[in-house]
């Protein structure tokens, strides 16, 4: 990842990123979660894109919705491929 920025409204929030695929296989976000410091997991949405990530080092964005948090504090991203353990993890993730 290289950018990031998080957004706000009533009921969700939202992260768009810049990422890309270091690995030698196409990569497809198959769920995620955000997790609260207290270890509240925040159910995502929605991650766009749907379609995977071809390997190589051209930079796609990439968002990623969730329920929104009563109360502010940091958070972890998590993110995994079908049938694997998470393997991205975004840490220090704050929403406005």
Do not use: I
């Not at 810049?18 to 207290?38: C, I, Q």
């Not at 929605?46 to 504090?73: F, S, T």
């Amino acid at each position: 990842m290289r950018k990031a920025t998080s957004y706000r409204a009533r009921d969700t929030v939202a992260l768009d990123m810049k990422v890309r695929n270091v690995s030698s296989r196409p990569w497809t976000a198959a769920g995620a979660v955000l997790v609260g410091e207290d270890g509240v997991r925040r159910k995502v949405l929605r991650v766009w894109p749907l379609a995977p990530l071809p390997p190589g080092a051209k930079w796609r964005r990439m968002v990623v919705e969730a329920e929104a948090p009563e109360a502010g504090g940091r958070f972890t991203l998590l993110l995994w491929q079908d049938g694997e353990p998470p393997s991205v993890s975004l840490e220090g993730v704050m929403f406005p």
